[in-house]
Every structure is written in C-alpha cells, then in structure tokens.
C-alpha cells in the first residue's frame, strides 16, 4: 500500500523557518511527479510548489523565493524548507504524488504563523 507521511508543521513567529518534509513508502519513488499542496480554512486548496521527475520545479508567485521544493529518490523523501515565514502562509499542507492515473496525498501537517 502507498503511504505519504508529511511533518514539520508546528506554531512559528513571521519571518521565522520551517522544513516540511514527506516520506513516501509503497511507490516508485523516482518515476513519480511531487508537490506540495496547502489549504487555509474556508479557501480552496492551492498549489504551492511541483517538481517534475526530471527535476524541474515549478512554484507559486506568493512562495517564490521563499519556499524550496526538493526531492530526494535515495531516501524517498520530498522536502519544502520555508523561510521567511508570513501569517497569510498558515494552512495545512499536504503533499502529493502523481504518476499516470496514479494519484496519492498524505493527510497532511499544520503550520501556524503568528504576527
């Protein structure tokens, strides 16, 4: 069975960092196209970032130069370190792996930013 576990979320200031991270288990890690995904309550959920399996990124104008995405096929792992925290980037984030008609999101992980 597929599983996609993020963590890092947690309660943090503006202008603070964070790293997400998402471990994915029962895939062909590298064959697989990955984002990150967040939703704030009574929003629509968003893309924030993608990465392609050949390495190719692709972010949202509110998170570019902020936020990174990275993936790692040794380790089955997609990273989003975040800096530069602001409150309007407090929502769930969930992360997301697609593949042809394939399609996984893990549950999700929680970040707060504070004024």
């Known amino acids: 069975q597929v599983q996609l576990v993020e963590s890092g979320g947690g309660l943090v200031q503006a202008g603070d960092s964070v790293r997400l991270s998402c471990a994915a288990s029962?895939?062909?890690?590298?064959?697989?196209?990955m984002a990150w995904f967040r939703q704030a309550p009574g929003t629509q959920r968003e893309l924030v970032a993608e990465?392609?399996?050949?390495?190719?990124?692709n972010y949202a104008d509110s998170v570019k130069g902020r936020f990174t995405i990275s993936r790692d096929n040794a380790k089955n792992t997609l990273n989003l370190p975040m800096n530069s925290l602001k409150p309007e980037d407090t929502a769930v984030y969930y992360c997301?792996?697609?593949?042809?008609?394939?399609?996984?999101w893990g549950k999700g992980t929680l970040v707060t930013v504070s004024s």
């Open positions: 997301n792996m697609v593949r042809g008609s394939r399609n996984y």
């Open positions: 029962g895939l062909t890690f590298n064959t697989y196209g």
């Open positions: 990465v392609t399996s050949g390495g190719s990124t």
